[in-house]
């Protein structure tokens, strides 16, 4: 696992070879624990340079190898051995040196980078710290401010900053291992001692208590109860205020603590899950490794309202050409505007120029015509989308595919209307579409395996995590929302207040309380789809009491709130006060709670304290217990899918893991327990009645997630 050879006479050429990343396995560390005592024992060898194969340095420690019981040589001894030394090692670092990765590079003395390289401390990320000295080695070598950025946030450094921090002491665009053996040959004999950080001060402005009490304060804040943030603030207070020796000790200790919590699991669980994902497989048999995409060159967009405008500039800023169209030239000109400013505003981030050229603004459907795949983004109605879709079959190119970002509407329907129904697929993205990392690729029961590997791969062009789900009213993510609202509005109705809801989701760890959420999406939004299906407005059965439909539990109190002109954030004023509209500073309104109490009173509703672990248990399980149904229907493939889709498309804190895998964490059988419990309390809420399939899991004993595959019972599976 590390490969051994003499070059240039004199030079030892230590190369890690676990591809595809050169993770730090028990045997990559054997492997360089025994080569690095034989270059230091060889009298011939005067120097040594270590690199990585197929243009990867390494990408750190073993991930998988976190689950099992940890064998082979420790990497601190196993780095403190290159940095004690007496020979100049040099790290020849292409591709990327990430976590442990970077930590290896850091014992060694000198470091040369290609310009293509990156460099971090994503630990944080997998819920840990840099413990393989990285908290300690880095603060000494580029001060404490810039090791607390990186170590807080993970974030990957490219070569060029990273020289400016002085990671690195040289970036070359040849070849990374030549230009380091012929480094490695001209140091031979200069002092090592200044080169081993271990021995070295950590550099600290005056005020370094200031700084580090300022970086806690920041990190706790951005944090929502993420612990491994906290643990590196604490682990690089050490470096600043300890010998390296003492700090050590501190970064193993903090090290212990993180490795065995829940988080870690959540996290390292997510980092796979994300991977997995993009494998996705249909009852066709069709899979990702037998179904080609088709290349996209020109793109369309339908549409240039809120979610048309993010896709446009999503797709622009993968350098895909776009013809944009809108039914009249002053929507046209609107978005066309917008559009241009929102790529103004991304572009100077980057320091890039924005691509417009890329775009066609048009009125005209004809301009269609040599599009190869078109994304439909009208208003949320079935009438008007068939009407574009049947135009669309007209005028676009017969084997062009024809995608919607419905949110929730039948995508075979749409499929009907087309001569094409194979080429449909949905692509719901995720407002701001240019932001969020979230596509649900929704997959119709017609739609070829071409079409989604084409959806799922573009998406990966956009930047996005794609999901593969099945078509059902609300596929996955909006479907399992449904459950959450309505619970989160019966907690209303039973003597909660917006902000007791939102308080206790966001303490779990969400960015946003779901009264919060909806302010931001907008009232209306629901208030129009409730209409639509009957729930509310004139079309109500007369017969049905004032809070029951169609034989079930509903809440109005939504819709009151919407009657009421309060249509969330954008007019300023929903759940929450607004400082103006649009403005994002929310405060509690007295007229919500006055609103609630006559409506309480109203309805002989006498109310009780609502305590934070029932807002938890009612929204949080409801939702979980779609997600099984989910499951058990076939609209999502594995739970892993589900997860995925609430971490990057719903703010479900990530180091919880995703609904799903938070119900294994709390325990299957508790988390049948309390729904039990509350359907037995509100029989006439079908959501909360425990799912077949978490009553079979629990049944089974209580299996680990990645088994739960072997439980489903999919007579109709929708994928
Ligand atoms: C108590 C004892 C412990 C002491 C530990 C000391 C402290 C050190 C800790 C660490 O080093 S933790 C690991 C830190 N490193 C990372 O977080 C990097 C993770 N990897 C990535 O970010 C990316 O994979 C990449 C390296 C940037 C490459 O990205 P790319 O898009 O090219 O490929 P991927 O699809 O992401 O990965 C390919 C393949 O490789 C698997 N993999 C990647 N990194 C690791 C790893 N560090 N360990 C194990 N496996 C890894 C990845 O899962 C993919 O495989 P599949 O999942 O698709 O099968």
Known sequence: MARYAQVHGSVALITLTNPPVNALSAAVRHGITETVTRALRDPEVKSVVICGENGVFCGGADIREFAKPMGGPPLVPMIAAIEEGDKPVVAAIEGVALGGGLELALGCHYRIAHTKALVGLPEVTLGLLPAAGGTQRLPRLIGIAPALDLITTGRHVAAQQALKLGIVDQVTDQSTVDVAIQFAKQVVGQPLLPRKLSTQPTPCPPDVDI???????????????????????????????????????????????????????????????????????????????????????????????????????????????????????????MGKQIVSEMLKREAQKRNETPRLDLIRFTTSMLELKDSDLVIEAVFE???????????????????????????????????????????????????????????????????????????????????????????????????MLRPYLEEANFLLEEGATPELVDGALEEFGFAMGVFRMSDLSGLDV????????????????????????????????????????????KNGRGWYLYDKPGGRVATPDPKIHQLLEEYRLKHGIRPRRVDRQEVVERCLFALINEGFRILDDGIAAGPEDIDMIYVFGYGWPRHRGGPMFYAGMVGLPKVLERLEHYWQAHPDVPHLEPSALLRRLVDSGSPPIDTWRDFLQRPHSQL
């Open 211 to 333: 700084l580090l009490e300022e970086a806690m304060t920041q990190v706790k804040r951005r944090a929502r109860g993420a612990i491994a943030p906290v643990a590196c603030v604490m682990a690089v207070r050490a470096a600043a205020t300890l010998p390296y020796r003492a700090g050590m000790q501190k970064e193993q200790e903090l090290m212990a603590t993180l490795f065995r919590s829940s988080q870690a699991h959540a996290l390292q669980y997510c980092f796979f899950a994300q991977r997995a994902v993009g494998r996705w497989k249909l009852s066709s048999g069709a899979h990702s490794g037998n179904s080609k995409p088709r290349p996209v060159s020109k793109a369309a967009v339908i549409g240039l309202g809120t979610m048309g405008r993010g896709i446009t500039v999503a797709l622009v800023k993968a350098g895909i050409a776009v013809v944009a169209v809108e039914t009249s030239d002053k929507q046209l000109q």
């Open 381 to 479: 109605d079935m009438p008007l989308k068939k009407q574009v879709f049947k135009e669309l079959s007209s005028v676009c190119k017969a084997d062009a595919f024809l995608c919607t970002n419905t949110s929730g509407l039948d995508v075979d329907e749409l499929a009907a209307v087309t001569k094409t129904p194979e080429l449909v697929v949905g692509m719901h993205f995720f407002a701001p579409a240019h932001v969020m990392k979230l596509l649900e690729v929704v997959c119709g029961s017609r739609s070829s395996p071409e079409a989604v590997a084409t959806a799922m791969y573009l998406g990966k062009r956009l930047g996005k995590v794609s999901v593969a789900v099945g078509n059902c009213p609300g596929f996955v993510g909006n479907r």
């Open 526 to 569: 629901g208030w129009r789809i409730r209409k639509e299906s009957g729930l509310t407005g004139p079309d109500v059965d007369p017969s049905d009491p004032p809070r029951r439909r169609q034989g079930q539990r509903y809440s109005p109190l939504p819709d009151l709130v919407c009657e009421q002109g309060r249509l969330g954030q």
